[in-house]
């Protein structure tokens, strides 16, 4: 067998709480029902910060890792048995980052085609590789959970951030009307999306719930805070029908007033698929709505707008980390999409 002598340029994390350095690495080659992806662009979101401080053991990194869960590209090549993608497509989806698998920041990835599905036509590479984890966990959640459907009222927590603002959108396009948490530099985006926007910082759940809801309660709750937030939302949902999901229900919390307006909850745990290998279709599945609501004009991606190469991803994770200002942190990992 001929020895791959490819090589690949990649930000590389050796030591938690360090900085990622920049390596040269053989290329990947694909093996039985994978795809090596061309990365073009890949999205940051906040758990790759705490797989950097070694406070993600959920996440199954062992170092050295390459991080980057999301990423948008092109297939470069096709392995055995995938049929679903041809040389050079376009495709985005969470390829990898974590459970083992290489991530995004490097040139070249090998994927399992079951996680992708093909860029949107009217998305630029950034804001595709934006898209992955938080449209999967917000979909999961109102769609696969919670059967958003048109005239209900549901209340994203946190909706001008990664997973929130894409729950706005996808609740909007379903048809339900959308109300949202949010602090005081996120409230005039979350107006742009025609919803309903809240400052937590000003109003109470008891105000907004007699204000919004005349005191019955919100059809859907999703959460994407965690902690306190979690606990105000059972507190905030519709007796007997009304159904609480939550992205971050880590911790202890009582389920009492929940159980005395007979409503329902679900956890949301996106990564399963890359951790465990199973489900995976689904996710490739979910990025395939997402495509045909992005085409038809239903979601946008909010991506911030400063520029972040290969090399830059240092200081892209110090954006993301002092949370100024709105929109998925992007690195561009060709020069040709900067």
Same mark, same amino acid.
């Given at each position: 067998?001929?020895?791959?002598? &490819?090589?690949?340029? $990649?930000?590389?994390?050796?030591?938690?709480?360090?900085?990622?350095?920049?390596?040269?690495?053989?290329?990947?080659?694909?093996?039985?029902?994978?795809?090596?992806?061309?990365?073009? @662009?890949?999205?940051?979101?906040?758990?790759?910060?705490?797989?950097?401080?070694?406070?993600?053991?959920?996440?199954?990194?062992?170092?050295? /890792? #390459? &991080?980057?869960?999301?990423?948008?590209?092109?297939?470069?090549?096709?392995?055995?048995?995938?049929?679903?993608?041809?040389?050079?497509?376009?495709?985005?989806?969470?390829?990898?980052? #974590?459970?083992?698998?290489?991530?995004?920041? @490097?040139? =070249?990835?090998?994927?399992?085609?079951?996680?992708?599905?093909?860029?949107?036509?009217?998305?630029?590479?950034?804001? /595709?590789?934006?898209?992955?984890?938080?449209?999967?966990? $917000?979909?999961?959640? &109102?769609?696969?959970?919670?059967?958003?459907?048109?005239?209900?009222?549901?209340?994203?927590?946190?909706?001008?951030?990664?997973?929130?603002?894409?729950?706005?959108?996808?609740?909007?396009?379903?048809?339900?009307?959308?109300? $949202?948490?949010?602090?005081?530099?996120?409230?005039?985006?979350?107006?742009?999306?025609?919803?309903?926007?809240?400052?937590?910082?000003?109003?109470?759940?008891?105000?907004?719930?007699?204000? =919004?809801?005349?005191?019955?309660?919100?059809?859907?709750?999703?959460?994407?805070?965690?902690?306190?937030?979690?606990?105000?939302?059972?507190?905030? #949902?519709?007796? =007997?029908?009304?159904?609480?999901?939550? /992205?971050?229900?880590?911790?202890?919390?009582?389920?009492?007033?929940?159980?005395?307006?007979?409503?329902? =909850?679900?956890?949301?745990?996106?990564?399963?698929?890359?951790?465990?290998?199973?489900?995976?279709?689904?996710?490739?599945?979910?990025?395939?709505?997402?495509?045909?609501?992005?085409?038809?004009?239903?979601?946008?991606?909010?991506?911030?707008?400063?520029?972040?190469?290969?090399?830059?991803?240092?200081?892209?994770?110090?954006?993301?980390?002092?949370?100024?200002?709105?929109?998925?942190?992007?690195?561009?990992?060709?020069?040709?999409?900067?």
């Amino acid at each position: 067998m001929k020895k791959n002598t &490819l090589t690949m340029h $990649a930000m590389v994390l050796e030591k938690y709480n360090d900085e990622l350095e920049f390596r040269v690495m053989s290329r990947p080659t694909p093996g039985k029902g994978q795809v090596l992806v061309k990365v073009m @662009a890949s999205g940051l979101n906040p758990l790759d910060l705490k797989i950097t401080a070694g406070k993600a053991a959920h996440a199954k990194v062992s170092l050295p /890792a #390459i &991080l980057g869960i999301d990423g948008a590209g092109i297939v470069e090549e096709v392995g055995e048995g995938v049929t679903d993608f041809k040389l050079f497509d376009e495709v985005y989806g969470m390829m990898g980052g #974590i459970g083992g698998h290489q991530g995004t920041l @490097a040139e =070249y990835i090998v994927v399992d085609a079951d996680l992708l599905a093909r860029k949107p036509s009217n998305l630029s590479m950034k804001e /595709a590789a934006a898209l992955p984890l938080v449209f999967i966990t $917000a979909w999961e959640g &109102l769609v696969d959970r919670a059967k958003v459907r048109a005239g209900q009222k549901v209340l994203i927590h946190g909706g001008s951030g990664g997973v929130g603002h894409i729950a706005v959108q996808i609740a909007k396009a379903f048809g339900a009307e959308v109300f $949202a948490t949010g602090s005081a530099k996120g409230l005039s985006y979350l107006a742009t999306l025609n919803a309903e926007a809240i400052d937590y910082t000003t109003k109470t759940p008891e105000e907004y719930l007699k204000q =919004y809801t005349d005191s019955e309660g919100f059809d859907i709750v999703f959460d994407t805070i965690g902690g306190e937030t979690l606990d105000n939302s059972f507190k905030s #949902i519709r007796p =007997y029908h009304g159904h609480v999901v939550s /992205a971050l229900g880590w911790g202890t919390h009582s389920i009492a007033p929940l159980s005395f307006r007979g409503a329902t =909850y679900s956890g949301i745990f996106t990564l399963l698929p890359l951790l465990t290998g199973k489900n995976r279709r689904h996710h490739g599945a979910i990025l395939q709505e997402a495509t045909k609501l992005i085409e038809a004009g239903k979601i946008k991606p909010l991506v911030h707008p400063e520029k972040f190469s290969l090399v830059d991803a240092n200081r892209a994770y110090r954006v993301m980390e002092s949370r100024k200002g709105l929109g998925k942190v992007v690195v561009g990992i060709r020069e040709s999409i900067l």
